[in-house]
C-alpha cells in the first residue's frame, strides 16, 4: 500500500474514534443534563430495605414506563455519580425513548438489607408478611415504584441476564398487575439438570468452584457497597487442569473454600436431585403468568443455554395463554449485549451483519415498546426468532421445535461411520479405557481461565486421543438442517461400577474450504451413568452388562453444509469442565484420590443395540 494511502486509511480511522468519542460525550452529556438520579431504600413486606437506584427523566409533562432489573452483583455507583452504561450500552436507547431505569440489588446483597440466599426456592402459597421470596420482593419493589415515582405511566417491564435472568423469570411469577413485559434473559433455572453447576447430575466443576468460590458465593457484610475479597488459587503458570488434578478431589477443593462459602458446603450434602435441589427450580413458579414473555439466549452460551430453553418450553407448558416469544442467536453468554456485533466467536463467523444490532433494534426494544408505550409492532412478531449456524440466516417460526420437522436417527457403526441406515451387525462395539488419572480435556490447549470459545472449539485434538470414539458420516450431498433437542442413546458396557457419558455432534468442514477440516463443535453434553435411571435414586451398573445409557442435550439450530461431514464424538471425561468419576458407585463428593479407578466401556453398534442420536431434521 502506498504511503498515501496509509496517512489516509489512518486519518479516517482517527476520524471514525473521534466521532465515536464524540457520541458518547455527547450521550453523557445529554444523560446527566435530562436524567435525575434517586436512591430509595424500598421496604419489604417483611421490614426489609432493598437499595434502588432510579434514574428518570427531569421533563415530568409525560408519563414514563419504568424498566426494572434486579441484581445480585451491585447497582453501583453509589451516591450522586451516573453509571456509564446508561450512556456507553442499549440502555442509551430507552433513556432517548423516556423510560424510567430502575436498578436493585436483591437481598442480601452490597446495599441491601436482608440475607442473600442463592436461588431461592419460590413459594407459591404466602400466608403471611413473612414468608417472601424473590417473586414477593419484586412485587413489593414494583407496588413502591408505580405508587411513588413522579410521572411514571403504570406500566413496569423487568429483564435481566444470567442471574438476573432468574430475578426477571421470579418478577414474572409476581403477579402484580403493573408489571406487563418480562424479558429472562439466559435465566438460571435449575443448577442440577443444568447451567451453571452441574449438567444431568454431573458436577460442572470449573464453572461451579469459580462462580461459587468467587463473590457470588461469599458473605458480604451488608449493606455495603463493597464486595468480599476473593483469594488467588492457581500458582503462577498453573492451567485449571493442573490445579484440578492437584487437588484430585471434592473434598479438597471443600477445604480450600471453608465454611464460609455455605451454598457449595450444601451442594456437597446434596449429591442427588432431592428435594432440596427440585424446590430450586425456577420453572415451578411459571404457572399462568400475567405478562408478555420475550425468553432470550445463546447457542453457545456455557453457562446457562439449558436455562432459555427450558424457560421458553416450561412457560409454553404451564402457562399457555401467556404470549411468550424465544431469540436465540450463535451467542455466548450475554453476547446480544456485545459491542462487535455478535457474530464471531473463536475461529467461526456468523456473517457480516450485526446481530446485537438486530436483536435489539427490531426485536426487545419493540417488545417493550409495545406493551409499556402502546407502540404497534411494524410487522407480526414470531413465536421463535433463531439463528441457524452454518447457513448464517435467521429463521421465524410459529412454534420451537418447528412443528414441520422430521424426527431421524443418527446411527453409530462399527466400521466407524454415521448414518441414518441402523446398524444390521449381530455384534458390534467400539471400546476405549477411560482413565482418571489423563481425563479428556474440554478444550486444547487449557489455560488458566476457561476460553468462552471452547463451545465451537476445534475437536481434532480429542478424536486423536484413545480415550475417545470418533464416528463420521460420508460428505453430504445435501444441506442437513437440524433443530431442537438431541437425545443420545447408548448401548454400553462398563468394567466398572459407575462411567459418565459425554456426547459431542460436530460439523467437520472440507479440506477444500476456509477452515480446512475443522471440526466444529456443534453441541456436546455429559451424563452421570448412575442416573440413568432415575436423578434422584442412583443405581451401580453391572459391570460386563449391556445397559442403555439415554439423556437430552439443549437444542441446536446449525445446518450441514453440503459437503460437510457429520461426526459424533463419545468419551468419559471432560475434564475439569465436568469434574472427574471415580468409575466407582461410591460417594463422589467425599471420595478419595486412590479411589478413582480405570474403565473399560463398550460403546455397542448392533441390531439388538443400535446407539444413536436423535435429531429433529427440517425439510
Not at 486519518?11 to 438520579?37: F, P, Q, V
Not at 434486579?70 to 456507553?88: I, N, V
Not at 477443593?253 to 449429591?271: A, C, I, K, N, Y
Not at 409492532?377 to 412454534?399: C, H, I, K, M, S
Amino acid at each position: 500500500m502506498k504511503k498515501t494511502n496509509l496517512f489516509l486509511v489512518f486519518g479516517l480511522l482517527c476520524l471514525l474514534h473521534m466521532g465515536a468519542a464524540a457520541r458518547t460525550t455527547s450521550g453523557r452529556t445529554w444523560i446527566e443534563e435530562d436524567y435525575r438520579k434517586t436512591e430509595y431504600r424500598i421496604p419489604m413486606r417483611d421490614g426489609i430495605h432493598l437499595h434502588t437506584t432510579v434514574y428518570a427523566p427531569c421533563d415530568t409533562t409525560e408519563r414514563h414506563p419504568i424498566l426494572l432489573t434486579r441484581t445480585p452483583y451491585s447497582c453501583r455507583p453509589y451516591g450522586k455519580e451516573f453509571a456509564p452504561s446508561l450512556w456507553r450500552s442499549y440502555l442509551y436507547d430507552y433513556a432517548r425513548r423516556g423510560y424510567i431505569l430502575v436498578f436493585q440489588d436483591v437481598r442480601g446483597r452490597w446495599m441491601s438489607e436482608g440475607e442473600f440466599v442463592q436461588v431461592r426456592p419460590y413459594l407459591a402459597d404466602k400466608r403471611d408478611d413473612t414468608t417472601i421470596d424473590e417473586a414477593s420482593d419484586a412485587y413489593d419493589t414494583i407496588d413502591f415504584l408505580v405508587r411513588t415515582l413522579p410521572a411514571n405511566n403504570g406500566r413496569v417491564g423487568v429483564y435481566g441476564n444470567s442471574y438476573p435472568g432468574f430475578y426477571a423469570l421470579m418478577a414474572a411469577a409476581c403477579g402484580h398487575p403493573a408489571l406487563r413485559a418480562a424479558s429472562p434473559q439466559a435465566p438460571v433455572t435449575d443448577w442440577f439438570m443444568g447451567d451453571d453447576v452441574h449438567h444431568n447430575g454431573v458436577l460442572f466443576l470449573r464453572d461451579a468452584f469459580s462462580f461459587i468460590g468467587g463473590s457470588i458465593g461469599r458473605p458480604m457484610n451488608n449493606p455495603t457497597g463493597k464486595g468480599p475479597r476473593v483469594p488467588r488459587y492457581l500458582r503462577s503458570g498453573e492451567t485449571e487442569y493442573d490445579f484440578f488434578l492437584r487437588k484430585a478431589t471434592l473434598d479438597s477443593l471443600s477445604s480450600m473454600l471453608g465454611d464460609t462459602v455455605r451454598f457449595w458446603q450444601e451442594l456437597m450434602q446434596h449429591p442427588d436431585y432431592d428435594a432440596w435441589w427440585q424446590e430450586r427450580c425456577s420453572v415451578r413458579a411459571m404457572h399462568d403468568l400475567k405478562p408478555a414473555v420475550l425468553v432470550v439466549g445463546g447457542l453457545f452460551d456455557a453457562e446457562d443455554c439449558y436455562g432459555a430453553w427450558t424457560t421458553y418450553a416450561s412457560i409454553r407448558r404451564q402457562s399457555p395463554a401467556t404470549s411468550c416469544r424465544l431469540v436465540m442467536g450463535p451467542w455466548v453468554h450475554g453476547g446480544w449485549r456485545s459491542s462487535d456485533g455478535g457474530n464471531r466467536l473463536g475461529a467461526m463467523r456468523f456473517g457480516e451483519e450485526s446481530l446485537t444490532d438486530y436483536f435489539q433494534q427490531r426485536i426487545e426494544i419493540p417488545f417493550f415498546d409495545h406493551y409499556l408505550r402502546d407502540v404497534a409492532f411494524e410487522e407480526r412478531p414470531a413465536a421463535a426468532t433463531v439463528f441457524f449456524t452454518g447457513e448464517n440466516r435467521w429463521r421465524t417460526f410459529d412454534a420451537w421445535p418447528p412443528a414441520a420437522g422430521i424426527r431421524e436417527n443418527l446411527y453409530l457403526h462399527g466400521d466407524g461411520t454415521v448414518s441414518t441406515a441402523r446398524p444390521q451387525e449381530r455384534q458390534s462395539f467400539s471400546s476405549y479405557r477411560s482413565d482418571p488419572a489423563t481425563p479428556v480435556p474440554y478444550d486444547h490447549p487449557v489455560g488458566a481461565k476457561r476460553d468462552k470459545a471452547y463451545m465451537v472449539a476445534d475437536q481434532r485434538f480429542a478424536a486423536e486421543r484413545d480415550d475417545v470414539v470418533t464416528f463420521v458420516s460420508e460428505p453430504l450431498d445435501t444441506d442437513m438442517t437440524l433443530a431442537g433437542a438431541l437425545r443420545a442413546v447408548l448401548y454400553t458396557a462398563v468394567s466398572t461400577t459407575d462411567a459418565d457419558f459425554v456426547v459431542k455432534l460436530i460439523d467437520v468442514w472440507p479440506e477444500a474450504s476456509e477452515h480446512a477440516g475443522y471440526q466444529m463443535l456443534v453441541r456436546g453434553d455429559i451424563m452421570r451413568g448412575r442416573y440413568r435411571n432415575s436423578f434422584s435414586a442412583p443405581e451401580p451398573f453391572e459391570p460386563e452388562r449391556v445397559t442403555e445409557v439415554a439423556f437430552t442435550l439443549p437444542d441446536i439450530a446449525h445446518t450441514f453444509l453440503r459437503g460437510h461431514r457429520i461426526a459424533i464424538q463419545i468419551q468419559s471425561s471432560w475434564f475439569p469442565l465436568a469434574d472427574r468419576n471415580p468409575q466407582q458407585f461410591i460417594d463422589i463428593r467425599h471420595c478419595k484420590a486412590d479411589d478413582f479407578v480405570p474403565c473399560d466401556v463398550q460403546i455397542y453398534h448392533d441390531r439388538r443395540h443400535p446407539s444413536r442420536l436423535e435429531v429433529l431434521r427440517l425439510p
